[in-house]
């Protein structure tokens, strides 16, 4: 019965969605628009080539040869095994969602458990460093050292996070599977890039689902815009950004807030993560608290310094 009416109340919604399509289609072409252009200028230029490298990485042993470089470090600091060093340092370089990717691959390799997938989701959540200096420090807020300010809380948070979780499961027995008989470099290009366009299409519908969900709630709420922009920033975190950048707040509110959104993610990102690791059975409450601890704690952090 249950499942019955949750039924009717997704068909009411979608017919609700349908109609606000026909009553607003400018405004629904406009925020297609403009998910478009973030995906193609903020995206796509950022994971597309990263994605092929980390395959061709894999595919020539680049697991191995990185836990050698830094894999006392994830040991120490965070007691996972060494090879899980290649997922932090890429993460770091290419941003969320990239680090789902990154387990996934390791998960399909065999080289990580489910349980050290979940450890490494809780603290891998790094926004991209380009993203965070460029679009939010010098387009949005026009003020540079605040957008680094807000990239060094953002990261070392995640790494408080990171330690916090290090006792949630600790396995430092190394699984790499080295591969010997190699695919050729141009057949395991053309996988890559036909993995990594599918991926990045799936981001696209996404992102333009949860653009058009959050510029519909603008369009009929009628409630007070900073809670609204709230909302919209914990469903979509880009719009979100944007809507809080652009209101008459103060700076320092402005910038922390905007680190919680970075932090959190949005359920856009979360729905992004697990939509890429769909095959395996993740724990997303795992994930959701150490998003919001993180918000909360880098938050505090930015808001604390601007303050002095």
């Known amino acids: 019965m249950n499942k019955k009416y949750n039924n009717l109340l997704i068909c009411l919604l979608i017919l609700f969605f349908l109609l606000e399509i026909f009553n607003h289609s400018s405004i629904i072409i406009n925020t297609i628009y403009q998910s478009s252009y973030i995906w193609f200028y903020n995206i796509v230029p950022t994971l597309f080539p990263i994605y092929i490298i980390t395959d061709l990485l894999a595919n020539y042993n680049g697991f191995y040869y990185l836990s050698k470089l830094f894999g006392k470090f994830m040991e120490k600091v965070f007691k996972m095994k060494k090879e899980t060093s290649f997922i932090f340092l890429l993460s770091i ?174 359920i856009s990102i979360h729905m992004q993560v697990f939509s890429i690791l769909k095959d395996y059975n993740l724990k997303y409450s795992n994930y959701l608290l150490a998003r919001i601890f993180h918000g909360l704690i880098s938050f505090s952090l930015v808001y604390l310094v601007l303050s002095i």
Do not use: W
């Not at 891998?124 to 026009?142: A, D, K, Q, V």
């Not at 057949?187 to 990045?200: G, H, Q, R, V």
């Not at 949860?210 to 919209?232: E, V």
């Open 93 to 266: 370089i290419s941003g969320f969602p990239s680090n789902s990717k990154y387990i996934k691959m390791m998960l399909d390799n065999k080289t990580i458990n489910i349980k050290e997938a979940n450890k490494l989701l809780t603290f891998t959540h790094f926004s991209n460093p380009l993203f965070i200096i460029e679009s939010i420090g010098i387009n949005f807020l026009h003020n540079k050292k605040i957008g680094l300010l807000i990239l060094v809380m953002h990261y070392i948070t995640n790494i408080i996070i990171g330690f916090f979780y290090r006792n949630y499961y600790v396995n430092l027995e190394s699984i790499i599977i080295l591969k010997k008989d190699k695919e050729s470099f141009v057949n395991c290009l053309t996988n890559s890039i036909y993995k990594t366009i599918k991926i990045l299409l799936l981001l696209f519908g996404i992102i333009t689902f949860f653009m058009l969900i959050t510029s519909i709630l603008k369009t009929n709420l009628k409630i007070n815009s900073f809670i609204l922009n709230i909302i919209c920033g914990l469903l979509e975190m880009t719009q979100g950004i944007y809507y809080i950048a652009s209101s008459n707040i103060n700076i320092i509110l402005k910038a922390s807030i905007i680190t919680f959104f970075l932090s959190f993610g949005g």
